[in-house]
């Protein structure tokens, strides 16, 4: 009897162990399988998705504070972000202040403030802009820069879309 009851101990414990290894070799292959859609489906999610969906489903940026940016001088740029927008403030020798995104809508390189020229201009295809109005003047672009509002306090400068 005592034999019979040592045997059955040890059957529950092989069992035990069997148990915890089909559990553990399930989880990992839970793991691996949820690995495996992740590498495979993130692709397609960003292929398929428009630039629309991506932006709502990571919350789209309507409101960026730039603290200090009140101090620029006249006459000059500053280059920000814009959620995952590369975009400019420009602060005119006049004290006028406007906000575009950075991004150039022929190719999409990074535009530049010229105050000397009295234009924003793309240096890849010689693209040009309205310092003030961001509308495109000459060159490659199909169309204007996207313009931003512009609200200047004490202590920052409030970037919004329009
Ligand atoms: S990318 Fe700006 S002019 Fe072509």
Redesign the pocket.
């Known amino acids: 009897m005592p034999e019979a009851m040592g045997h059955s101990e040890e059957v529950l414990e092989e069992g035990e162990d069997l148990l915890t290894r089909r559990a553990f070799v399930r989880v990992l292959a839970g793991v691996v399988g949820a690995g495996y859609a992740g590498a495979i489906g993130y692709p397609i999610y960003r292929y398929l998705a428009t630039p629309a969906t991506r932006a709502s489903a990571m919350g789209a940026v309507t409101m960026v504070a730039l603290p200090g940016a009140q101090e620029l001088a006249p006459g000059s740029a500053l280059m920000f972000r814009f959620g995952t927008r590369t975009s400019m403030l420009i602060r005119h020798a006049d004290d006028t202040w406007v906000a575009f995104d950075a991004v ?6 990074t ?1 530049q403030y010229e105050p000397d020229k009295e234009r924003i201009y ?6 040009v802009y309205d310092q003030h109005s961001g509308a495109a003047v000459a ?3 199909p169309r204007g820069l996207t313009v931003y509002n512009v609200e200047v306090r004490d202590a920052e400068v409030i970037i919004s879309r329009v």
Not at 104 to 109: P, S
Not at 122 to 127: F, I, L, Q, R, V
């Open positions: 150039c809508t022929h190719l999409g390189c535009v793309c240096a890849c295809h010689g693209g060159g490659p672009p």
